[in-house]
């Protein structure tokens, strides 16, 4: 089945260190975004790339890295610069132009410990 | 700076009723709207999407758009317990991600 795969489900950060949330889409579709959702919040935009090997800064990208190697995947880094990042994060992508909306994967639940 | 906004709730009905949720955007530009569910602890799902004035339906749901006014409504018919969850607004505005509201809380109670 196709679909978005994230990973891990729940990970646990030491103050000061760098995690990477993996996504992986299987859907062949050529865009995929990174959202951030915390509790009584909508998405907030962190990264997306619409194409392999470019992508743009959404309206919360300080701390945060992204990469895109392969059209299949775009890992998310949790840099130590991110002073909060507590969250639950999403993966998303979208075939064409999001004008059928985007396919999320399940989520990482991030907790700083 | 493009908004998208939703009243948190709770909305509360009681279990066969009509709940109406709703949504305002401020980028004229915005040509796709969506409604997503999402269930706490989960990620959110489809149920609606509509690009053209006035209503559409599937099911239980109708989505309602009026461009002019910049709103954007759904309606859930029939109202289960297990419609109870957050519904997500969000919009396209041309050239840029999906923009998402807050979410408003759905209580069914039965």
């Known amino acids: 089945d196709g679909g978005i795969t994230q990973s891990p489900k729940y990970l646990f950060r030491k103050e000061g260190q760098n995690v990477t949330l993996s996504c992986e889409q299987n859907l062949n579709h050529d865009a995929m975004y990174w959202y951030r959702q915390d509790p009584g919040q909508g998405l907030r935009l962190i990264y997306y790339?619409?194409?392999?090997?470019?992508?743009q800064k959404g309206d919360i990208a300080e701390g945060y890295s992204v990469s895109r190697e392969k059209k299949e995947s775009f890992p998310l880094t949790v840099t130590s610069a991110q002073k909060n990042p507590t969250a639950f994060y999403l993966c998303a992508s979208t075939e064409d132009g999001a004008n059928y909306g985007y396919t999320f994967g399940s989520g990482t639940r991030l907790t700083v410990v | 700076q493009k908004e998208v906004e939703q009243n948190s709730g709770p909305l509360s009905v009681p279990e066969g009723a009509i709940a109406s949720l709703n949504c305002t955007y401020s980028d004229r530009g915005s040509q796709s709207f969506f409604w997503y569910r999402q269930y706490s602890g989960k990620s959110p799902e489809l149920i609606m999407f509509i690009y053209s004035n006035g209503d559409k339906e599937d099911g239980r749901f109708t989505a309602q758009l009026n461009k002019a006014s910049q709103y954007v409504s759904l309606l859930i018919r029939d109202s289960q317990p297990s419609d109870s969850a957050t519904y997500l607004c969000a919009v396209n505005p041309p050239g840029d991600a999906l923009i998402f509201g807050k979410g408003t809380t759905l209580s069914v109670s039965s």
């Open positions: 790339s619409q194409i392999v090997n470019d992508f």
